[in-house]
């Protein structure tokens, strides 16, 4: 198993290039979840799997890999027995916080409905 994606794209130098590599960075499974809540608080990783059920610890393990490769949050590990692992943002990862609160606007907005009725849809 691949710790990290790969890139979907060898360069960025187009116009909206910009948009999908912030869009590579922060896509995969539950990664909005992890930002979401680490915006608002360190966690460590029993109380990230908590909010994450149904997703196994296997892919929040992978998730947080990811991000902690792309400079987004921190992994600290104490000095205890048994060690203390806890997650935070970086500094690259704090300044995600305003997009991340627009995303929840818009997906509160929008989101769900669009989900909703296309669902709805394949149903007919």
């Known amino acids: 198993m691949d710790i990290i994606k790969s890139s979907r794209y060898h360069t960025y130098d187009r116009a909206a290039c910009a948009v999908e590599a912030t869009l590579e960075l922060i896509s995969g499974k539950g990664k909005g ?3 979401f809540y680490l915006a608002n608080e360190p966690l460590r990783f029993n109380e990230l ?3 994450f059920y149904p997703i196994s610890a296997r892919t929040l393990t992978k ?5 902690e490769y792309f400079g987004l949050i921190l992994r600290e590990v104490s000095a205890e027995t048994p060690p203390k692992v806890e997650y935070s943002l970086t500094m690259a990862g704090r300044s995600l916080k305003p997009l991340i609160d627009q995303l929840e606007r818009w997906g509160n907005e929008h989101a769900i409905t669009l989900i909703t009725n296309a669902r709805n849809q394949e149903r007919r």
């Open 63 to 67: 998730q947080l890999r990811e991000l």
């Open 49 to 51: 799997e908590k909010r």
């Open 33 to 35: 979840l992890i930002l």
